[in-house]
């Protein structure tokens, strides 16, 4: 039997990218502009999947959102005015999507919280998420991002991450990475390592991995590394000396790389609480040309019984139209 969870937190901007990806032959036109409406419908689908095998009656599922066109910008003004500059942005049918999909799981449950907050990236508010819930209460972390791994267990809490197909714990992290996801060490790893799919340059280009490890564990964070680096055994002269080459590059990536922090009342003005709005739903639905039959029975129900239906519509299955498929 799965292991349920009282919360997922759930990284959608990637898994919208993910399934923007996979689905995008799916679209639909709007106001004469085609929508690819498969990320939305994908997310959905994946989301419905999450909470059916993985959350507990009564769980929340907390749906967190980068600013789409301006999550950079604190840390390109704070830290690195390069940061992300170079990434690709995408069409503007991948913004008009994402901007329903979080529509949608607004209107969606009861049980759904959408998290936005502007100039933020999704895993700055995570802690937040965690320290909003009961210290109790279990909660699974959804993203295939490195960075949330630095909340497995955090404070000592059954909090896991579902990454990679895998449900990982402390114990499980530490048998494929070879080390513990303390906060400090995951930013140290990545600083030094790198991340090209989230933006952040090699520190120390071909460092061995074994080395990084054993760096990470022997001490604090960059700094303290770089403070002592002359008198560590565990690095050759030249290694040494390219650490001390790419100092400048190392603590602009811990920066990057480290959470920014958000006070809890702050936070708070980010969180919209869900509720199930069948009507604003038939809308949305409708407006993208999802088979509302099949993709939220629910609504389909509420349809039926609606007096809209029978006053617009002698056949009311001429209602449910099926979504138009673009093939390349």
Known sequence: ML???????IDTNLLYYKNYSVHKNLTYEVKGKTLITGGI???????????????????TVWCVFDNATSKQNM??????????????????????????????????????????????????????????????DSALLVSE????????????????????????DGKKFNEK?????????VTMYKAIKGDAADDIPIGVP???????IALIEAY???????????????????????????????????QLVSFIPVKQDYFKQFVTVGNYRPAYLHKLYEALGFNIRTFDPRVHEYILKSKFVSAQYKNKDDYFRSPKIKRK
């Open 3 to 9: 292991e349920r969870y009282d919360n997922l937190i």
């Open 41 to 59: 419908y994908g997310s959905i689908i994946s989301i419905k999947k999450l909470i059916r095998e993985r959350l507990v009656e009564q769980g």
């Open 75 to 136: 840390r390109q003004r704070m830290i690195d005015p390069t940061y992300k500059i170079s990434r690709k942005k995408q069409a503007d049918p991948f913004y008009r999507s994402l901007d329903y999909l979080r529509l949608i799981l607004m209107n969606y449950d009861h049980n759904i919280k959408v998290i936005y907050g502007t100039g933020f990236e999704a895993d700055d508010l995570v802690p937040n998420i965690l320290d909003e819930i009961s210290q109790y």
């Open 145 to 168: 991002d490195l960075d949330w791994s630095r909340l497995i267990e955090y404070n000592k809490r059954p909090i896991h991450q579902y990454m990679k197909k895998t449900i990982f």
């Open 177 to 185: 990475y070879d080390f513990f996801p303390t906060n400090n060490k």
């Open 206 to 212: 071909r460092l061995p991995t074994k080395k990084v």
């Open 220 to 254: 604090v964070d960059i700094y303290d590394l770089l403070d002592n680096i002359k008198y560590t055994d565990l690095l050759s002269d030249k290694w040494k000396k390219d650490f001390n080459t790419n100092k400048a590059r190392l603590r602009l990536n811990y």
